[in-house]
């Protein structure tokens, strides 16, 4: 018997946030987009929400092999300045 559960929009998003491999939360929601969800904007939308995801990117991103390293100092508060914006199709 096969499991057919798939997180909410909301849980996957804090699980790519602490998985290492989103450095932004433009890049959650991409890659939500990618897997399908729909509404990725209304969904994550809000100031607290928005904080919370990019404090755990900025914790747990690890860069690619011969990427380049996030900024340790960086300073989540100026990261993201578009994401609150649409979200290309």
């Keep these: 018997m096969s499991n057919n559960f798939r997180p909410t929009t909301l849980e996957r998003a804090y699980e790519l946030a602490r998985s290492g491999e989103c450095r932004t939360v433009g890049d959650i929601k991409t ?4 897997e399908g969800h729909e509404r990725v904007q209304d969904r994550l939308y809000g100031g607290s929400l928005t904080s919370a995801l990019r404090k755990l990117c900025v914790a747990h991103y690890i860069a690619p ?16 300045d578009e994401e609150d914006g649409p979200v290309p199709a």
């Design 31 to 34: 890659r939500l987009q990618q």
């Design 65 to 80: 092999e011969g990427g380049e390293e996030a900024p340790a100092s960086a300073d989540p508060d100026l990261e993201d």
